[in-house]
């Protein structure tokens, strides 16, 4: 068994972000804290990219709000940890500090975007609006701007789309332009939650392609935020596991993609391939409500791992104490008691495999 005290890492030396231990906590009366994010850490290069996945509730959001410190408008707030941008510490920030990062530095698309359009508005004057604030040192005009940023996008007739509402667009073209007013102002990071979320399969793969290709030509960071696996790891180097609020495993995409080591991971990746095979076949079970999450490790009452380890019951280390740490092994982070059990269970089952074949020729 691993030693789930033992100190996280895998650190990236060039960190343009750097969070440790964050943990958030959503108000209540009384000043009660209810856990939604816990002791969560990770880091993104500069011009990386990271893909932060897990269930719907799993705290994704949350985090994206911790990173462009606009937590307290959603009732919640910074419990613990650290969030170091570019080596500047924001955990403390003030408002104005934030003013002077949100939109600049670290950009965020939020999950409900498309939605917060303005319907009755043109394009180009929302984006006017935007590049107005940002006014470009180059004396730039901000509609010449705003015309740059979706040409950027890959908008078709940008003189007309200029002109036209958002009901005049598609889901896609809509979500083009929501990603260019992001990127109004140059950040260093683009964090894009659940951007393809409400797209349909053909229009989401234009939209990480265009991603892929934005990071690339300008040289920022991505945070990349989806329920499904097989969409961040399209885009991703790197890709944190999230479940109740806790990093279940970290790492390079490769690793967790082909050599998954946490019992949820293995789960998601079996479900993104069963999915590219036309069927569907999700972790049995729900995940836990905030505010319900079990002792130990959250992911046992959907563990078929600690009901082999158990002789057929959830194995008693994994319902008790706290949520397992991650650490480091084979290369990337892992939160689960029995991870090693489980890489010599592999490599066991692999050198029969190999016998056997030897055995047949
Ligand atoms: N203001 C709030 N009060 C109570 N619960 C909240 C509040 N905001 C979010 N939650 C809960 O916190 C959990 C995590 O939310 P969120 O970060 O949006 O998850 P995700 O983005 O992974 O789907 C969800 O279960 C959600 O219901
Ligand atoms: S610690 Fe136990 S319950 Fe959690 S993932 Fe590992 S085997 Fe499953
Ligand atoms: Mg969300």
């Known amino acids: 068994m691993i030693d789930a005290r033992a100190p996280e890492g895998v650190a990236v030396t060039n960190a343009l972000l750097a969070v440790k231990g964050l943990s958030i906590g959503i108000i209540g009366s009384k ?18 990219t990271l893909g932060l996945v897990g269930e719907s509730g799993s705290g994704k959001s949350m985090m994206c709000r911790a990173l462009v410190g606009t937590l307290g408008r959603h009732g919640a707030e910074l419990t613990g940890g650290s969030i170091r941008l570019e080596g500047e510490d924001l955990s403390n920030a003030s408002e104005s500090v934030w003013r002077r990062v949100r939109g600049r530095r670290v950009a965020y698309v939020p999950q409900s975007s498309l939605a917060g359009l303005n319907p009755v508005l043109s394009i180009g004057k929302q984006l006017t609006s935007l590049t107005r604030v940002a006014m470009a040192d180059d004396g730039q005009s901000p509609r010449a701007r705003a015309r740059e940023l979706l040409e950027m996008v890959e908008i078709p007739r940008v003189g007309s789309v200029m002109h036209e509402r958002p009901y005049q667009l598609s889901g896609g073209m809509r979500q083009r332009v929501v990603i260019a007013g992001a990127l109004a102002r140059s950040p260093s990071l683009l964090i894009a939650d659940e951007p393809t979320t409400a797209l349909d399969v053909r229009v989401q793969s234009k939209i990480l392609d265009l991603l892929r290709r934005l990071r690339e030509q300008l040289g920022m960071s991505l945070m990349l935020v989806s329920h499904d696996l097989a969409v961040v790891e399209e885009v991703c180097d790197s890709i944190v596991v999230l479940y109740a609020g806790a990093v279940m495993e970290a790492g390079r995409q490769d690793l967790i993609r082909e050599r998954a080591r946490h019992p949820y991971t293995a789960g998601l990746v079996a479900a993104a391939n069963m999915e590219l095979a036309g069927g569907f076949e999700p972790i049995p079970g729900e995940a836990p409500s905030v505010g319900a999450w079990p002792a130990g490790c959250r992911f046992w009452p959907r563990c ?20 397992p740490q991650p650490v480091v092994i084979e290369g990337r982070r892992t939160a689960c008691l029995f991870a090693e059990l489980m890489i010599k269970n592999a490599a066991g089952a692999q050198s029969v495999a190999a016998q056997r074949s030897e055995g047949e020729t």
Request: glycine share 18%; with cysteine.
């Open 31 to 48: 000043g009660r804290r209810t856990p939604v994010v816990d002791n969560v850490s990770f880091e993104i290069a500069s011009g990386g």
């Open 304 to 323: 078929g791992h600690s009901l082999q380890v158990g002789d057929g019951k959830p194995h008693p280390s994994c319902c008790e104490g706290a949520q």
